[in-house]
Protein backbone atom coordinates (compact mmCIF):
# COMPACT_ATOMS: atom_id res chain seq x y z
CA UNK A 1 0.00 0.00 0.00
CA UNK A 2 1.60 3.31 -0.94
CA UNK A 3 1.83 5.85 1.84
CA UNK A 4 0.73 9.66 1.06
CA UNK A 5 2.30 12.21 2.46
CA UNK A 6 1.09 13.86 5.80
CA UNK A 7 -0.76 17.02 4.61
CA UNK A 8 -0.99 20.43 6.14
CA UNK A 9 -4.63 20.22 5.67
CA UNK A 10 -4.45 16.69 7.64
CA UNK A 11 -3.47 19.09 10.88
CA UNK A 12 -6.52 20.98 10.12
CA UNK A 13 -8.60 17.82 10.12
CA UNK A 14 -7.30 16.39 13.71
CA UNK A 15 -7.66 19.71 15.57
CA UNK A 16 -11.33 19.59 14.50
CA UNK A 17 -11.44 16.17 15.18
CA UNK A 18 -9.60 16.96 18.70
CA UNK A 19 -12.17 19.77 19.46
CA UNK A 20 -15.16 17.76 18.44
CA UNK A 21 -14.15 14.80 20.80
CA UNK A 22 -13.87 17.25 23.43
CA UNK A 23 -17.09 18.91 22.67
CA UNK A 24 -18.66 15.67 23.66
CA UNK A 25 -16.92 14.55 26.52
CA UNK A 26 -17.33 17.95 27.72
CA UNK A 27 -21.43 17.24 27.43
CA UNK A 28 -21.07 13.99 28.77
CA UNK A 29 -19.72 15.29 31.68
CA UNK A 30 -22.30 17.95 32.12
CA UNK A 31 -24.79 14.86 31.00
CA UNK A 32 -23.46 13.12 33.97
CA UNK A 33 -23.48 15.32 36.83
CA UNK A 34 -27.09 17.41 35.55
CA UNK A 35 -28.72 14.00 33.91
CA UNK A 36 -31.76 15.22 31.51
CA UNK A 37 -34.87 14.05 32.64
CA UNK A 38 -38.02 13.05 30.75
CA UNK A 39 -40.65 15.66 32.28
CA UNK A 40 -43.32 12.93 32.27
CA UNK A 41 -42.08 10.36 34.36
CA UNK A 42 -38.76 12.36 35.72
CA UNK A 43 -36.58 9.36 34.64
CA UNK A 44 -32.99 9.94 33.57
CA UNK A 45 -33.06 9.84 29.73
CA UNK A 46 -30.67 7.70 27.52
CA UNK A 47 -28.49 9.00 24.78
CA UNK A 48 -31.42 7.91 22.29
CA UNK A 49 -33.85 9.57 23.93
CA UNK A 50 -32.59 13.16 24.70
CA UNK A 51 -32.47 14.37 21.23
CA UNK A 52 -36.53 14.25 21.53
CA UNK A 53 -36.54 15.22 25.17
CA UNK A 54 -38.62 12.82 26.33
CA UNK A 55 -38.44 8.72 27.03
CA UNK A 56 -39.97 6.31 24.89
CA UNK A 57 -42.83 5.29 27.32
CA UNK A 58 -43.92 8.34 28.08
CA UNK A 59 -44.44 9.69 24.45
CA UNK A 60 -48.00 9.29 24.14
CA UNK A 61 -49.11 10.06 27.64
CA UNK A 62 -49.60 13.74 27.78
CA UNK A 63 -53.12 14.42 26.23
CA UNK A 64 -53.71 17.11 23.60
CA UNK A 65 -55.96 19.58 23.52
CA UNK A 66 -58.14 19.06 20.01
CA UNK A 67 -61.19 19.70 18.07
CA UNK A 68 -63.52 20.92 19.56
CA UNK A 69 -61.89 23.31 21.86
CA UNK A 70 -63.22 26.85 23.15
CA UNK A 71 -62.68 29.80 20.40
CA UNK A 72 -61.97 32.11 23.20
CA UNK A 73 -59.94 30.06 26.09
CA UNK A 74 -58.96 26.80 24.52
CA UNK A 75 -60.63 24.68 27.16
CA UNK A 76 -61.95 21.44 25.27
CA UNK A 77 -65.28 21.15 24.77
CA UNK A 78 -67.11 18.05 24.03
CA UNK A 79 -69.88 19.07 21.64
CA UNK A 80 -68.99 20.04 18.07
CA UNK A 81 -72.20 22.39 17.83
CA UNK A 82 -70.73 24.46 20.84
CA UNK A 83 -68.65 27.43 19.94
CA UNK A 84 -67.63 28.36 23.80
CA UNK A 85 -66.97 27.34 26.93
CA UNK A 86 -69.75 27.75 29.79
CA UNK A 87 -67.27 29.89 31.29
CA UNK A 88 -66.27 32.11 28.24
CA UNK A 89 -70.28 32.23 27.39
CA UNK A 90 -71.11 33.85 30.94
CA UNK A 91 -67.89 36.24 30.80
CA UNK A 92 -66.03 38.84 28.62
CA UNK A 93 -62.35 38.08 28.75
CA UNK A 94 -59.61 40.98 27.80
CA UNK A 95 -57.64 39.07 26.16
CA UNK A 96 -58.49 38.20 22.54
CA UNK A 97 -58.21 34.38 21.98
CA UNK A 98 -55.79 31.76 23.91
CA UNK A 99 -54.71 28.45 23.43
CA UNK A 100 -53.79 25.88 26.11
CA UNK A 101 -51.19 22.67 24.62
CA UNK A 102 -52.45 19.92 27.09
CA UNK A 103 -55.07 18.27 29.62
CA UNK A 104 -53.52 19.71 32.86
CA UNK A 105 -55.02 16.12 34.44
CA UNK A 106 -52.37 14.34 32.05
CA UNK A 107 -49.27 16.16 33.19
CA UNK A 108 -50.55 16.94 36.88
CA UNK A 109 -47.35 15.67 38.72
CA UNK A 110 -44.62 16.80 35.70
CA UNK A 111 -46.48 20.48 36.79
CA UNK A 112 -45.65 20.00 39.88
CA UNK A 113 -42.17 18.82 39.62
CA UNK A 114 -41.49 21.99 37.04
CA UNK A 115 -42.84 24.51 39.43
CA UNK A 116 -41.79 23.33 42.93
CA UNK A 117 -39.22 20.61 42.51
CA UNK A 118 -36.40 22.59 41.01
CA UNK A 119 -37.30 21.10 37.38
CA UNK A 120 -36.75 24.00 34.95
CA UNK A 121 -35.13 22.25 32.51
CA UNK A 122 -39.12 20.76 31.75
CA UNK A 123 -39.11 23.93 29.93
CA UNK A 124 -37.22 23.56 27.10
CA UNK A 125 -39.12 19.98 25.92
CA UNK A 126 -42.72 22.13 26.76
CA UNK A 127 -41.76 25.34 24.63
CA UNK A 128 -40.96 22.89 21.68
CA UNK A 129 -44.19 21.79 21.85
CA UNK A 130 -46.22 24.65 22.32
CA UNK A 131 -43.94 26.23 19.30
CA UNK A 132 -44.61 23.18 17.15
CA UNK A 133 -48.21 22.91 17.73
CA UNK A 134 -49.12 26.73 17.63
CA UNK A 135 -45.94 28.75 16.03
CA UNK A 136 -47.69 28.94 12.90
CA UNK A 137 -50.51 30.67 14.74
CA UNK A 138 -48.55 33.04 16.86
CA UNK A 139 -47.52 34.26 13.65
CA UNK A 140 -51.22 34.40 12.07
CA UNK A 141 -52.08 36.65 15.22
CA UNK A 142 -49.00 38.95 14.01
CA UNK A 143 -47.20 38.30 18.03
CA UNK A 144 -44.45 41.16 18.35
CA UNK A 145 -43.82 40.16 22.01
CA UNK A 146 -44.03 37.28 24.64
CA UNK A 147 -44.49 38.14 27.96
CA UNK A 148 -44.61 35.44 30.53
CA UNK A 149 -46.71 35.69 33.93
CA UNK A 150 -44.91 37.35 36.24
CA UNK A 151 -44.46 35.84 39.94
CA UNK A 152 -44.16 38.06 42.64
CA UNK A 153 -40.39 38.75 43.44
CA UNK A 154 -40.15 37.29 47.07
CA UNK A 155 -41.84 34.22 45.98
CA UNK A 156 -39.63 33.69 43.05
CA UNK A 157 -36.15 34.23 45.56
CA UNK A 158 -37.84 31.62 47.42
CA UNK A 159 -38.39 29.13 44.39
CA UNK A 160 -35.55 30.11 42.73
CA UNK A 161 -36.89 30.80 39.22
CA UNK A 162 -40.67 31.24 37.58
CA UNK A 163 -41.56 28.81 35.51
CA UNK A 164 -43.74 30.51 33.42
CA UNK A 165 -40.68 33.08 32.79
CA UNK A 166 -38.52 29.60 31.48
CA UNK A 167 -41.69 28.62 29.04
CA UNK A 168 -41.85 31.85 27.70
CA UNK A 169 -38.37 32.02 27.18
CA UNK A 170 -38.19 28.48 25.38
CA UNK A 171 -41.07 29.18 23.13
CA UNK A 172 -38.99 32.57 22.13
CA UNK A 173 -36.04 30.42 21.42
CA UNK A 174 -37.93 28.33 19.66
CA UNK A 175 -40.29 30.41 17.60
CA UNK A 176 -38.17 33.58 17.39
CA UNK A 177 -40.09 36.23 18.79
CA UNK A 178 -38.47 38.55 21.46
CA UNK A 179 -39.43 37.67 24.89
CA UNK A 180 -40.47 40.80 27.46
CA UNK A 181 -39.91 39.50 31.19
CA UNK A 182 -39.52 42.07 32.78
CA UNK A 183 -42.50 43.97 31.37
CA UNK A 184 -45.16 43.65 33.74
CA UNK A 185 -44.44 43.34 37.66
CA UNK A 186 -46.31 41.76 40.22
CA UNK A 187 -46.78 44.29 42.90
CA UNK A 188 -47.79 41.79 45.41
CA UNK A 189 -48.04 38.21 46.86
CA UNK A 190 -51.72 37.42 45.23
CA UNK A 191 -53.32 34.20 47.11
CA UNK A 192 -53.34 30.74 45.46
CA UNK A 193 -56.60 31.42 43.08
CA UNK A 194 -57.54 27.50 43.64
CA UNK A 195 -58.77 28.75 47.16
CA UNK A 196 -60.99 31.51 45.72
CA UNK A 197 -64.18 31.89 44.22
CA UNK A 198 -64.73 34.00 40.83
CA UNK A 199 -65.83 37.45 42.72
CA UNK A 200 -63.04 36.75 45.25
CA UNK A 201 -60.37 36.26 42.46
CA UNK A 202 -61.14 39.64 40.67
CA UNK A 203 -60.01 41.56 44.24
CA UNK A 204 -57.51 39.44 44.82
CA UNK A 205 -56.08 40.70 41.47
CA UNK A 206 -57.20 44.28 41.71
CA UNK A 207 -53.96 46.45 41.24
CA UNK A 208 -51.98 43.20 41.62
CA UNK A 209 -49.59 44.20 38.39
CA UNK A 210 -47.78 47.25 37.06
CA UNK A 211 -46.00 48.22 33.79
CA UNK A 212 -41.99 48.04 34.59
CA UNK A 213 -42.05 50.71 31.40
CA UNK A 214 -44.96 52.61 29.80
CA UNK A 215 -42.80 53.17 26.98
CA UNK A 216 -44.13 49.87 25.33
CA UNK A 217 -44.86 50.01 21.36
CA UNK A 218 -46.39 46.44 20.96
CA UNK A 219 -49.49 46.02 18.90
CA UNK A 220 -49.75 42.27 19.62
CA UNK A 221 -48.59 40.54 22.72
CA UNK A 222 -49.01 36.80 23.67
CA UNK A 223 -49.20 35.94 27.81
CA UNK A 224 -47.48 32.66 28.78
CA UNK A 225 -48.35 30.90 31.81
CA UNK A 226 -47.89 27.17 32.86
CA UNK A 227 -51.77 26.67 33.92
CA UNK A 228 -54.96 28.11 32.37
CA UNK A 229 -57.40 28.23 34.98
CA UNK A 230 -60.39 30.72 35.03
CA UNK A 231 -58.39 33.17 32.92
CA UNK A 232 -58.67 35.89 36.09
CA UNK A 233 -54.77 36.41 36.03
CA UNK A 234 -54.25 36.17 32.29
CA UNK A 235 -57.53 38.68 31.72
CA UNK A 236 -55.90 41.49 34.87
CA UNK A 237 -51.74 41.36 32.87
CA UNK A 238 -54.23 41.65 29.77
CA UNK A 239 -55.93 44.74 31.37
CA UNK A 240 -52.60 45.76 32.42
CA UNK A 241 -50.95 45.92 28.89
CA UNK A 242 -53.93 47.51 27.30
CA UNK A 243 -54.09 50.24 29.70
CA UNK A 244 -50.13 50.92 28.68
CA UNK A 245 -51.38 50.96 24.99
CA UNK A 246 -51.32 47.64 23.52
CA UNK A 247 -54.22 46.87 21.32
CA UNK A 248 -54.47 43.00 21.31
CA UNK A 249 -53.66 40.38 23.59
CA UNK A 250 -54.00 36.76 23.71
CA UNK A 251 -52.61 33.90 25.78
CA UNK A 252 -50.98 30.39 25.18
CA UNK A 253 -50.43 27.86 28.15
CA UNK A 254 -49.36 24.32 28.57
CA UNK A 255 -52.21 23.37 30.33
CA UNK A 256 -55.87 23.93 31.02
CA UNK A 257 -58.35 21.86 33.20
CA UNK A 258 -61.44 20.28 31.98
CA UNK A 259 -63.62 21.46 33.83
ZN1 LIG B 1 -40.90 9.20 30.87
ZN1 LIG C 1 -63.76 29.23 27.00
Redo the contacts with the bound molecule.
Keep these: MKMMPASSSDGVYATVVTKKCLERVLNELTDLVYPRRCPICDRVLNRDEQRKLICLECENKPVYIHSP???????Q?SDPDEE??????KRK?SFVRGMALYDYSSIRMSMYRFKYSGRAEYAEFYGREITTAFGSLFRKWGIEAIVPIPMYSGKERMRGYNQAEKLAESIGVESGIPVYSGLVKRTKNTKPMKLLGVGERTANLKNAFIMASNDVKFNKVLLVDDIFTT?ATIDAVADTLMDAGVSYVYYVALSIGTG
Design positions: YCLKCGKLYCEDCRHG
